[in-house]
C-alpha cells in the first residue's frame, strides 16, 4: 500500500482479506497490540466497575455532544462540539474494552456498548440528560469536564498500567474540553443580557448534579473542582448557584438508576447494531 | 549494505500519516520502535495521538501491509499507551514538512508533571503562530477544534488566509 491518498490505499485489494469499506472502519479492539495482563493482585470486580463507569459516562456524553452536530450555533462550535465527543467516544472505546479484559467474560467494548439495557449502564445521569439551549450545554460540559478530568489525574497514578496510560491520554484531551467550557462560560456570563440569564439558568439546572459527581469523593478532589469552577464563575461574573440540599431526588446513575431519557438515548445509539447483532463494521 | 532490521526501520517510517499525508509516521512521532527478532519477526511500535482518533487502525494497516511489501512475513504492530503521544515528538522535519503544506506547526506542549495541576485557561491563547501561507506573526484562533482532533483553526489577518494549527498537546 504506497499510495499517498488513504481512500485511494482503502479502494485496492488486499491479499489479507481487508474488511474494511470506509476510512476508520475494520474496528478492532482499541487495545488491540497493548500489552493487557492484569498486574496481579489486583481486584477484578473493582478495576471492571471503574473502567465500565466511566466509559459508561464518555459514551453517554459523547452521545449527547454528537447530537449538536447541525444544531450548533456556528459551524466552528459544531466542529469543536464534534471533537470533544468524538476525544470521549475514543476514552469510551480504551474504558470498555479494558472492562472487558478485567471481567474476563468474554464481552468486549461492542458488546458492553451495545447489548446493554439502560439499568446495566452505570453512567452519571448528568451525561444523559437531554440537550437544551447552547448555554445548558456549556453549564454540562463545565461541570463534566472539570469533574472528570480531576478524577483521570488521579488515575494516572492507578495500578492498573492500562487504565493509568488511558487516563494520561485523557487529561491532555479534558484540558481542552474544560477550558473550552470555562471560555463560553465566561463570554456568555459577561455577553448579553439574554446570554448572562440564560447562562444562569442553565448553572441552576445543572448544579444539583454537582452534588451527585462529588459524591463519596476525597475531600482534595472536592476541593479541586470547586475552585475551578469557583474561577471560572468569578471570571463570567456569574453568583455561584446555590448548592442542593440533598441528591435524593436524583436517580443513583452509579447503581444503575437513570432517568427515562437514557432508554431513549440507547435506543437509537444501539439499534443498528441491535438490527443486525452479526454484522461487523 | 543494508541490514534486514534497518530495512524494517526504513520501511515503517516511510508510511505516511492518513489525515496528514505530507508526514511520514516517522515525522509525527507516532512510529516509536522498530525491532527485529532472531526469528525474523518485525515488530513495529504506535503511540496514538488522540483516544478517538480513527486514523490508527489505517495506520496499523498500513504499516503492516508496507512491511509485507518489503519482504517481511511475521509481522506485529503493537500500541503503545505510556508515555501518551505529544506534539514535542513532531520531528524538526515534519514541521518544517507542515508548514510547507499550509499546516502551522505547533508550539511546545503545555508542560505538566504527571497527575499535577492543569492551570485553567480562560482566554484564547496569545501564542505568536506565524501565517503559513504569507508568513506573518499577525495572527488569530478562532476555534481551538478543526477538522481533525489534533488541529485547530487560525486565520491570518495580514493575508486574510484560514489555515490550520496542530495543537499543542
Known sequence: ?281 | MVTLLQLARDTAARVLDPELPMLTLADLGVLREVTLAPDGQVVATLAPTYSGCPALAEMRADVDAALRAAGFTRIEVRTVLDPPWSSDWITPEGRAKLAAGGIAPPGPAPRRAPGGPVPLTLTPTRTVVHCPHCGSADTEETSRFSATACKALRRCRACREPFEQVKEL
Not at chain 1, 473502567?51 to 459551524?75: I, K, N, S
Not at chain 1, 460540559?141 to 488521579?154: E, N, T
Not at chain 1, 488511558?166 to 448579553?192: F, P
Not at chain 1, 478532589?221 to 468569578?234: H, N, P, S, W
Request: charge should be negative; charged fraction near 25%; hydrophobic fraction near 45%.
Open chain 1, 1 to 281: 500500500m504506497t499510495d499517498d491518498h488513504v481512500y485511494l490505499s482503502l479502494a485496492e485489494a488486499s491479499p489479507e482479506g481487508d474488511t474494511r469499506w470506509a476510512f476508520g472502519t475494520g474496528f478492532e479492539d482499541p487495545l488491540y497490540g497493548v500489552d493487557t495482563e492484569l498486574p496481579p493482585g489486583l481486584d477484578r470486580d473493582e478495576l471492571t466497575a471503574l473502567c465500565l463507569a466511566l466509559g459508561d459516562d464518555a459514551l453517554v456524553a459523547a452521545q449527547r455532544l454528537a447530537e449538536w452536530v447541525t444544531r450548533a450555533p456556528e459551524l466552528e462550535e459544531e466542529v469543536a462540539l464534534a471533537n470533544i465527543g468524538l476525544d470521549l467516544l475514543g476514552q469510551a472505546r480504551l474504558l470498555l474494552a479494558r472492562a472487558g479484559q478485567a471481567e474476563d467474560a468474554g464481552r468486549g467494548e461492542d458488546e458492553l456498548a451495545y447489548f446493554r439495557s439502560p439499568q446495566e449502564f452505570r453512567n452519571v445521569v448528568l451525561a444523559e440528560l437531554p440537550n437544551g439551549d447552547f448555554a445548558h450545554c456549556v453549564a454540562r460540559q463545565l461541570l463534566f469536564s472539570s469533574w472528570r478530568l480531576a478524577v483521570l489525574q488521579r488515575l494516572t497514578a492507578h495500578r492498573d498500567p492500562v487504565l493509568a496510560a488511558i487516563a494520561a491520554k485523557g487529561v491532555n484531551e479534558l484540558a481542552y474540553h474544560r477550558d473550552h467550557a470555562a471560555q463560553w462560560t465566561v463570554r456568555l456570563g459577561d455577553g448579553t443580557e439574554e446570554s448572562r440569564r440564560r447562562m444562569i439558568a442553565a448553572l441552576d439546572q445543572v448544579w444539583p448534579h454537582l452534588a451527585d459527581l462529588l459524591d463519596g469523593a476525597e475531600p482534595e478532589l472536592r476541593a479541586d473542582i470547586e475552585v475551578t469552577l469557583r474561577q471560572v464563575l468569578d471570571a463570567a461574573g456569574l453568583p455561584l448557584p446555590e448548592p442542593a440540599a440533598s441528591t435524593e431526588q436524583l436517580p443513583r446513575g452509579r447503581a444503575g438508576e437513570h432517568t427515562p431519557h437514557l432508554a431513549e438515548l440507547l435506543g437509537e445509539l444501539q439499534s443498528v447494531a441491535r438490527a443486525d447483532p452479526e454484522a461487523t463494521w
